[in-house]
């Protein structure tokens, strides 16, 4: 009673042409075996590519927050503070990002500026600027 998953019901009720109970339900049987077969087959493709599809979002995501800052090279070296008027856009770090930077590679200090971006350019409102070393490097 070998069937193919193909075409499983005409082979069994080509072979036995006498259709009784018994029968009928072990072609039923295997037929819902087969077919739960090809949907946890199926259910394991999507979530693979569910997964993978997040993954490469993920990493969009970060990549977008680190370089796409307008008028700065790196964000995760500079904060920018937004000046009294409120003109300006707020680059802050954030936990996660904090984390992942270690401060022993970078022998440069953490600067903050207060500065106003205008069309890309950069344009430093007070001349002082606050230089803030990490934790690590005190």
């Given at each position: ?48 590519r ?21 008028g ?14 409120g ?23 953490q ?11 950069e ?16």
């Amino acid at each position: 009673m070998k069937t193919d998953p193909k075409n499983g019901l005409n082979n069994e009720i080509n072979k036995n042409k006498k259709l009784t109970k018994n029968s009928v339900r072990k072609i039923l049987l295997k037929t819902l075996l087969i077919t739960i077969k090809k949907l946890k087959a199926v259910k394991k493709q999507n979530k693979k590519r569910h997964q993978l599809e997040a993954r490469n979002s993920k990493e969009e995501k970060k990549d977008i927050q680190l370089f796409e800052a307008p008028g700065f090279t790196l964000k995760s070296l500079f904060k920018v503070q937004v000046n009294s008027k409120g003109q300006g856009p707020k680059l802050k770090e954030t936990k996660h990002e904090k984390k992942k930077i270690d401060w022993k590679k970078f022998s440069v200090p953490q600067i903050a500026i207060n500065s106003e971006v205008k069309n890309g350019h950069e344009k430093v409102l007070k001349s002082r600027v606050n230089i803030r070393r990490p934790t690590i490097m005190r």
